[in-house]
């Protein structure tokens, strides 16, 4: 208990002893986690309404025949069992005329005089998100081609190759700028605190010489950091809300052509406590690098 | 006990400081460390508190090695033993009373039981009425009195000094001395660097006479039982 008071009571005073530093330190923290959380804000939403139109994906299996209800009950049963498939959906030709028709609008005159039984039937296969992808939509094809009966699909093969390249591009430009970014505020966060460090030598050497313990003397300074990085981090998820409600909002709806900008949506909680604690962590890491070098006795 | 053993060092610029050093020390003992200027006393002092590692040879303290302490046994071990530095080693920016406090605090004492102990020993050193001050608003000798009672805080098992009266004029020194002598009593072994010839005269003690680096003489005083500063102190 002692020390612990000790602890907050020296980390209070270092902090207020060097305000320029600490503050140098919050502050490369808070720009680095803004600019990545921002970052983050508009992939996670760029993410979310892609995903929406996944939502179209699925795997449609034009039937040559009409089966009989029996058998396609059963077609039905096995199909929803693979593990790729959400649900199963029987479009008979009367449905599939009447959807054409309504699809048409005025020109449905053009119909007349036409059977339904002009188009197929199918089945159509939505997918579970996870195997809304190109390979997803092969893998379950190549599943239901062992039926023989099976041999007409359709998935969008096109649309499916350019989703898949684009949600490529956009996680790995994430992880790489994300990577980037949390790198080189490590490298500034660990210079800025060596500052702090080398302006105290004096107090850490006489410390290690009256017999403090190596982390009696550095969790101070640890403390130090993760503070500083987690007020960085409040700065940044602040600075991000407020971004966010003047500029991101709109324009991010313009710029995705969505209709409602409720669609946008702030960093759920969950990201939100992961940049605090990614804040905390750098804070952490950055001050514990330099403590290695200056606190070997 | 503390036992050197072929103890050899040369400092990382290649500056040899001592050669083929052994000695025995019996716990208790008042020992003084002397020599010219650059002979090697502080080296020698600073790698029996493990502030360098010897190039060469042991050193046994007890029954313990500690030439190859890690990290956490060092500060361990530095909390049985008490360091006068020469250079004093306060730190500027705290009190008086905190730089007392502070080996008591590293060690996690409760408050109040730190407050009295910093608060009696500063009294016995006569520094009782500037413990806000902080060390650049004293005197030399009074900031070597709060080195003094730094090291002594932690009612050390050994007490090394490093020319402990060099800043002092002979009454204080003489205070200081008798001092030392008074924890030798309780049982401290001391160790004791200085080039303070009347100091030697005035307390003789066993005496070695380092020279470059190597032990020139080893001898104790001719009256051994009989020292000037028993009657005084107490
Ligand atoms: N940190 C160091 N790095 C390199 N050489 C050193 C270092 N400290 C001391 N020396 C050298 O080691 C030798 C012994 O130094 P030491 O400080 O032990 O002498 P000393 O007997 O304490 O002298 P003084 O009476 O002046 O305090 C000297 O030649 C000195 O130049
Ligand atoms: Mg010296």
Redesign the pocket.
């Known amino acids: 208990m002692e020390r612990l008071r000790y602890f907050l009571q020296r980390t209070l005073l270092s902090m207020r002893q060097t305000p320029l530093l600490s503050g140098a330190t919050i502050g490369t923290v808070a720009i680095a986690l803004m600019l990545l959380s921002f970052f983050t804000l508009i992939v996670f939403n760029v993410q979310n309404l892609t995903r929406q139109w996944s939502r179209d994906i699925q795997v449609i299996v034009y039937l040559d025949r009409i089966p009989s209800n029996s058998v396609l009950e059963q077609w039905c049963q096995e199909i929803t069992k693979l593990p790729a498939v959400e649900t199963v959906h029987y479009v008979s030709q009367a449905e599939a005329f009447e959807r054409f028709r309504k699809r048409l609008g005025q020109n449905d005159d053009l119909l007349d005089g036409l059977m339904p039984e002009i188009l197929p039937a199918s089945l159509e296969i939505a997918l579970r998100e996870e195997a809304r992808t190109q390979r997803g939509a092969e893998e379950l094809v190549e599943l239901l081609s062992r039926n023989s009966t099976f041999s007409d699909f359709r998935y969008g093969q096109e649309w499916l190759e350019r989703y898949d390249a684009f949600m490529f591009l956009l996680r790995l430009t994430g992880t790489l700028a994300g990577g980037f970014l949390i790198f080189a505020t490590l490298f500034i966060i660990s210079n800025t605190i060596k500052l702090t460090i080398y302006a105290r030598r004096d107090e850490l050497e006489i410390l290690s010489l009256i017999g403090a313990t190596p982390f009696f003397i550095k969790a101070p300074f640890l403390a130090e950091g993760a503070f500083q990085g987690a007020i960085g981090a409040l700065l940044a998820l602040g600075g991000c809300h407020v971004l966010y409600y003047f500029f991101l909002k709109k324009g991010l709806a313009a710029l995705l052509t969505t209709a409602a900008a409720q669609n946008i949506s702030f960093l759920p909680t969950w990201m939100q406590v992961a940049v605090l604690g990614l804040g905390l962590t750098l804070g952490l890491a950055g001050s514990m690098l330099p403590l290695r070098k200056f606190v070997r006795m | 006990m503390i036992q050197l053993c072929n103890i050899g060092k040369v ?3 290649g ?1 040899p ?1 001592l050669h083929d050093i052994n000695l025995k020390i019996p716990s208790g003992d008042f020992v003084y460390i002397t ?1 010219s ?7 020698l002092l600073r790698l029996l508190y493990c502030a360098d590692r010897p190039s060469r040879g042991q050193i046994l303290m007890g029954e313990r090695n500690i030439t190859r302490l890690r990290p956490r046994s060092v500060a361990l071990l530095r909390r049985e033993i008490g360091f006068v530095f ?1 250079d004093f080693k306060l730190l500027n920016k705290r009190t008086v009373f905190e730089n007392v406090a502070l080996p008591l605090q590293v060690q996690g004492l409760a408050k109040q039981e730190i407050q009295s102990r910093v608060y009696q020993l500063l009294q016995y050193v006569g520094l009782e009425y500037k413990l806000q001050r902080k060390p650049l608003e004293l005197s030399g000798g009074e900031q070597q009195r709060v080195a003094i009672a730094r090291a002594m805080i932690v009612r050390p098992r050994v007490l090394l000094a490093d ?1 402990p009266t060099g800043n002092l004029d002979s009454d204080l020194a003489i205070e200081i001395m008798e001092m030392f002598t008074r924890i030798n009593h309780e049982g401290t072994t001391v160790l004791l ?1 200085t ?1 303070d010839r009347e100091l030697l005269d005035r307390f003789p003690r066993r005496t070695i006479v ?1 020279k470059g680096g190597h032990i020139v003489s080893d001898t104790l005083p001719q009256t051994a039982e009989e020292t000037p500063s028993k009657e005084e102190a107490i």
């Open positions: 400092y990382d610029n500056a400081a020599g200027s650059g002979a090697g006393k502080s080296t020469q020319e660097a080039h380092l």
